[in-house]
């Protein structure tokens, strides 16, 4: 629908301005009316400025024009579909602390990798508050309308079993003696012995892999965690099937160094049951279901909403 009216106003666009763009600075031209808010063509470029460079690098002459507005076109129904909702969520009176705004600035920093104590800008802080406003809206007027009844689960899982076969798995721990670490083969060996030693003596594995092991994982007392079986080298595969769970082999030799493992727990492969696959199968229903929901409330709001394209 929205299509529909793009075509149209594009054809009977008013010569004279309207009253929404004389409320705009006259040296911002507006881009799109949407009810009773616009969309001005400086908020279009910002939002398109990201994604020109890489087109840039791609395109020239009049493929790279053709490129552009292909670009500025969709940006600007995508623009308008948020509009669109956070003028529901005003009409709702949908709201969001200070302190959330904050939090989700910090998170978004973490995420980028440009973690600072710096007060959050304006933009970091409008651009905060509408995600948080339309992830609020869209957990109540489509998350909690959406239910997949208990006979749709059971159905999916008989249907799909093979999506729910679990591979054998191991869960190991090591203790890691760097050849090169250690000052070569020999000192390694004496190390290793050591080790060997002390876990046969009674002390916990985890207490000498803190103290001995040269591997990245003896911070966690030397847990490798769950590891899918045929994706160890051979020689630990073999030592994993001949130990039980909670037993330490013997000292096994890599291209690294010499290694001592210890098997935590096995899990043979097989199909997981239908409670243990419950929650994934409800998640992957709810986001089919959700996007179907989505899609047609946003239709609902097009087909009442006065839109008009004005580029």
Not at 110 to 115: A, D, E, H, P, Q
Not at 265 to 291: C, D, M, V, Y
């Amino acid at each position: 629908m929205l299509a529909i009216w793009v075509a149209l106003f594009l054809l009977l666009v008013p010569l004279e301005m309207t009253g929404a763009q004389e409320s705009v600075d006259t040296k911002d031209r507006i881009a799109a009316i949407v009810n009773d808010d616009v969309i001005t063509l400086s908020e279009l470029h910002e939002e398109s400025a990201q994604y020109l460079a890489q087109l840039q690098e791609q395109f020239k002459g009049e493929e790279l024009e053709k490129q552009t507005r292909q670009l500025h076109y969709k940006l600007l129904v995508s623009m308008i579909e948020q509009k669109l909702q956070l003028q529901q969520a005003a009409d709702l009176r949908l709201s969001v602390s200070d302190r959330e705004i904050d939090n989700t600035v910090q998170e978004k920093r973490v995420r980028n990798g440009t973690v600072s104590d710096a007060v959050p800008t304006p933009k970091e802080r409008k651009a905060a508050r509408k995600e948080l406003i339309l992830t609020r809206l869209y957990q109540q007027k489509i998350r909690s309308t959406l239910l997949v009844p208990e006979s749709k689960l059971k159905e999916y899982y008989d249907s799909h079993q093979d999506e729910f076969m679990q591979p054998a798995q191991v869960k190991i721990s090591q203790i890691m003696l760097g050849i090169e670490a250690s000052g070569g083969r020999e000192k390694a060996q004496l190390r290793a012995d050591h080790v060997l030693k002390e876990i046969e003596s009674g002390r916990p594995f985890d207490e000498l892999a803190k103290d001995f092991s040269d591997g990245g994982e003896a911070k966690n007392g030397g847990s490798l965690g769950v590891l899918k079986r045929g994706s160890l080298l051979p020689s630990i595969e073999a030592m994993v099937d001949q130990l039980s769970q909670g037993e330490t082999g013997q000292i096994i030799e890599s291209p690294v160094g010499l290694h001592i493992i210890r098997v935590d727990e096995k899990t043979p492969q097989g199909l997981r049951t239908f409670e243990e696959a419950r929650g994934a199968i409800e998640s992957k229903l709810l986001r089919a279901q959700s996007q179907d929901v989505y899609k047609e409330w946003l239709r609902d709001l097009q087909d009442t909403a006065f839109i008009e394209i004005l580029l």
